[in-house]
């Protein structure tokens, strides 16, 4: 009997000390996230927004990718909106463009993209996308300038919509920065973003070379207040 209840009270005094421990970490826990979290808010989750850093032709923290067409995204430093450099991103599509294999090769294709890092975004949470564009002579109809939130989860798949939309109409062809802002909350199981603005479209069939250009700066994504 005597050996008995001293081993209860033991079991009893480690599942104790268990519990607490348990409490403990996960107060730590809540309390680090809240932190984290209280001190991104306001703050932009993007580095580099505004393309500054980086070798010439080259710009850290950002990736970049071109599709079908001649195509470019690269650094510039003749009409940034603000300090020294932007992005410039630009699409020509035409009949006898043959860059990948020939006439017809479709359409154009520039992207620039960045993630925030792991954490910084919470489900439900209301977030801001703006940045300055310009277009020196406009788009043509078949082009586009679009943007895409794309929301990840902790294990970096894809979550929520995921869908491309274009800003053509907020920006004029006379080659002045506008602001585009868009709002969009983070879905459930959200963790992170990565952002993304591209110039897409053109038409292989048309005769006439069709040039688009889009200017680029001041990128941030910031958690509303």
Partial sequence: MFVERRGSKRVEL????????T????TALAL??????ETKAGENLLENAGFELGMPEEMENWSSSIGFGTRTT??????PQEGKRHLVLSVV??????????????????????????GTVLPGKTYT???????????????????LVEWLDLMNQPVGERTFRSFANQIGPDGYYNEVSVQVTAPPEADRAT???DLE???????????SVLHLDNVSFKENP
């Fill in 23 to 26: 409490t403990v970490l996960l």
């Fill in 201 to 211: 479209g053109g038409s292989a069939n048309n005769p006439e070379s069709q040039n």
């Fill in 93 to 118: 599509t035409d009949d006898s463009d043959t860059t990948n294999g020939g006439p017809g090769t479709g359409p154009g294709r520039s992207v620039v993209a960045q993630s925030t890092v792991e």
């Fill in 195 to 197: 952002i993304f603005i």
């Fill in 74 to 79: 690269s650094i510039a430093s003749t009409s």
């Fill in 129 to 147: 996308l703006s940045f300055q564009a310009a277009s020196p002579e406009g788009f043509y109809t078949s082009v586009a300038p679009r943007y």
């Fill in 14 to 21: 480690k599942n104790t000390k268990m519990k607490y421990t």
């Fill in 32 to 37: 680090n996230a809240f932190f984290l979290y």
